[in-house]
């Protein structure tokens, strides 16, 4: 039996037929060995940028879904209670500044990008950016340390579209009147908790379905998220993920 390299696998032949295999059969498997190592390397680099052209397509599907679209349920839900209480022009100049900031972080978003503010100023600023203006009573409260620290963009990402389907969730199914956030750095876990008055549910018999997406992110990223509700006691998200500098 005779072994070469090529490329990233091997090529085996033998035994022969007859007799034992020669220097010619060797050099002839040496010379077959470089085309097929190379066609092996295009094969593997081709499969690696077909997996990463569909990575990215997901995250980018994912961002879509987990942030923009929880804006618009959030500015859905401002205009009808600006409809059901006679909102007036202040009200009515709020959501139109959220319909433009739903519209430029869905143009960042299409092209891959974070939104603007999250890359620029950060997980604090982009969470509380994020929750003013809503349409119910929001507090966001955040380690002082946070708001100049900066952790990998897939971390502070996933970490702001926790918080941002969360909102969306208590806004549109809970009936929420109050909203806390809290943002917090502790023994090298970044974490974050979005906690509602509202209606609350039984999580055995509610299928998460954002936030089930959301759960894989966070277990991807080596972290994990976690629902506490009941009915009637309204609801509170914690999502965690091991962040260092």
Known sequence: MLTVPAGLGRISCGPRAAGRLTRDDRRLLAALAVPVGLAIRSAALAARLVNAQEAERRRIERNIHDGVQQQLVAL????????????????????????????????????????????????????????????????????????????????????YF???????????????????????????????????????????????????TLADRMAALGGGLETTAGPGEGTRVRAWVTAND
């Open 76 to 159: 859905i839900a401002g205009l009808e209670l600006a409809r059901a209480t006679g909102g007036g022009a202040e009200s009515l100049a709020l959501l139109r500044e959220q319909a433009r900031q739903a519209l430029a972080d869905l143009r960042d978003l299409a092209a891959g990008i974070h939104p603007s503010v999250l890359s620029q100023g950060g997980l604090v600023e982009a969470v509380e950016g994020r929750c003013s203006g809503l349409p119910v009573a929001t507090t966001v409260t955040a380690d002082p340390a946070l708001r100049t620290r900066r952790f990998p963009d897939e971390i502070e990402g996933a970490m």
């Open 162 to 212: 926790v918080v941002s389907e969360a909102i969306a969730n208590a806004l549109k199914h809970a009936g929420a009147s109050r909203i806390e956030v809290r943002l917090w750095h502790d023994a090298g876990r970044l974490q974050a908790s979005v906690t509602d008055d509202g209606a609350g549910f039984d999580p055995r018999e509610v299928p998460r379905r954002g936030l089930a």
